[in-house]
């Protein structure tokens, strides 16, 4: 069906001037409004104002201008059907034939910082996704443009056919829904959270394409990154990649769990991370001293490991991460000497994201077979909950410190998890066990003769006091667990009768 007639009326004018000259070359006739109308016409474009297509002025600011049967008549009106087309003679009514249209910018509004509520709500479009709709609906007939992107394909069809293509067309009405969806998902999620329902009847969120992926956690799998309309800065979505082969589906995760660790640390702090899990972690004064203690931790799993630092990396911490075969370094920032040591190799990914920059704290969603569940992100620290010694020993100062890093640490690895730390590292972790005691064992055997005098943290209570015992057998001088176990007393006689000194935080760190 021959284009004749277009409705343009956009908030992003990018490549707008040229896209529209060319649809009056294809002596297209271009109806607009508002913003739209006047910039075309300061471009010198031939355009017919809105008010001239329904005999009714421009209101409430603005607010009423396209609802109007003049309007949305030419756009539902269905060609075939003999008795539309006939309404549409008998008032006056024309067929519009293209829509391009875009929303106002409520993405934009709220993302400014301390934006009033009333900026934002002036900024819920109307009439744009109402036109969008109705075109998109009887997109047999209706060609509806809503991406810029698009108007090259638009102008090549209209060139070699004077029309677009049913195909092509059903194509841009899919967009327009995805794009009417994603607009409406933002706007009740703004308000969601202005009124403070905490389990609304039914959740819609939209995430925007980021990547393709080659596939995902195995070559068998397709896969794509998508990123939050308005996401945290610091967010490996938001990351700066300075060189290196494209992120993989499994550094992504890898990626976000390191960065999520090495939060938690105010000192110079290196993560290193395999499979989601934390296979060294170390503090220092410098963060080449904290790598040399992460990777002192566990330098064979740390092979081929992601690597997150809260601090630049400087010459000498470049050194010898050059050394190790490396997948990602995550850091704030490199000097120059720095990335060029690093930049050396062809396959490391260099990430620059500051972990210290401000974040709102997010729902996080887990998707199952056919639901989602949603939940507070976990971000409980011992500064959030009042520990209680039920042992006669308590913690000396360094045992304290120990206790510390174990805790900030197990939160973060696989249930049933088990941490032992000393002198500002990890040395051992035990993840993902059926039974704690399992976990324990694998910990201490990692740990070896450095468990004598170590810490121990637990993401859960004892059941039992055997995880206990092996820790006394190993020489772990200090605990830090939840406490709760209907059997808590028989772990606190254990500890006592081998000198340990324990604490209950009272709140456990399940990370299924």
């Avoid at 744009?128 to 060609?143: C, E, F, I, W, Y």
């Avoid at 290193?272 to 992460?294: L, S, W």
Wanted: negative net charge; charged residues 25%; aromatic residues 6%.
């Amino acid at each position: 069906m021959t284009i004749k007639r277009a409705l343009v009326s956009v908030s992003n004018k990018e490549n707008l001037v040229p896209f529209v000259q060319g649809l009056i070359e294809q002596g297209v006739e271009i109806i607009s409004t508002g913003g739209t109308h006047k910039l075309l016409q300061e471009n010198g474009l031939k355009v017919t104002g809105i008010s001239e297509v329904t005999g009714f002025p421009e209101i409430m600011d603005g607010r009423v201008k396209t609802l109007h049967p003049s309007i949305h008549g030419g756009l539902l009106a269905v060609r075939e059907n003999a008795s539309h087309m006939k309404q549409l003679e008998e008032n006056g009514i024309k067929p519009i034939d293209l829509v391009v249209v875009n929303l106002y910018p409520f993405k934009e509004t709220i993302s400014k910082p301390n934006v009033a509520f009333e900026d934002a709500i002036e900024n819920i479009d109307i009439g744009g996704p109402t036109m969008l709709r109705s075109a998109a609906k009887n997109h047999q007939d209706v060609a509806v443009v809503v991406d810029p992107a698009d108007y090259g394909r638009v102008l090549d069809e209209l060139k070699e056919t004077n029309s677009v293509s049913l195909d092509f067309k059903r194509s841009l009405a899919a967009k327009v829904f995805r794009h009417t969806a994603a607009y409406d998902a933002l706007i009740s999620e703004y308000l969601t959270n202005i009124v403070g329902d905490e389990e609304p009847e039914s959740v819609t969120v939209t995430f925007e394409k980021k990547q393709s992926l080659r596939y995902g956690e195995n070559p068998h799998q397709k896969a794509t990154f998508y990123k939050k309309p308005i996401s945290s800065i610091v967010s490996i979505a938001e990351a700066k990649q300075l060189h290196g082969k494209e992120l993989s589906y499994n550094n992504i995760k890898d990626a976000d769990a390191a960065l999520q660790i090495v939060r938690e640390f105010d000192l110079p702090a290196a993560v290193a991370v395999k499979h989601m899990n934390p296979c060294g972690v170390g503090t220092g004064e410098t963060i080449e001293q904290a790598f040399q203690r992460a990777y002192a931790a566990d330098s064979t799993s740390i092979f081929g490991g992601i690597v997150a630092l809260n601090r630049e990396v400087d010459q000498a911490t470049a050194k010898v991460l050059h050394e190790i075969f490396l997948e990602i370094v995550i850091a704030p920032s490199y000097s120059s000497e720095a990335l060029e040591i690093l930049q050396a190799k062809k396959n490391i990914r260099l990430l620059e994201l500051d972990p210290s920059g401000q974040t709102k704290q997010e729902k996080q969603l887990t998707s199952i077979h056919g639901g989602l569940l949603i939940q507070d992100e976990d971000t409980l620290s011992l500064k959030d909950v009042e520990v209680t010694i039920p042992t006669n020993r308590v913690p000396t100062e360094q045992e304290w410190k120990d206790l510390d890093l174990a805790w900030k640490v197990v939160k973060h690895v696989k249930s049933n998890a088990i941490v032992l730390t000393r002198d500002e590292m990890t040395i051992g972790v035990g993840a993902g066990q059926m039974n704690r005691v399992g976990a324990a064992k694998i910990a201490i055997d990692q740990a070896g003769k450095k468990a004598n005098g170590s810490a121990m943290g637990s993401d859960a209570f004892f059941p039992m006091p055997d995880t206990v015992e092996e820790a006394a057998k190993a020489g772990v001088t200090a605990i830090i667990q939840p406490g709760g176990s209907i059997k808590d007393e028989d772990s606190i006689r254990k500890a006592d009768e081998h000198g340990i000194a324990m604490v209950f935080t009272g709140a456990r760190h399940f990370k299924h």
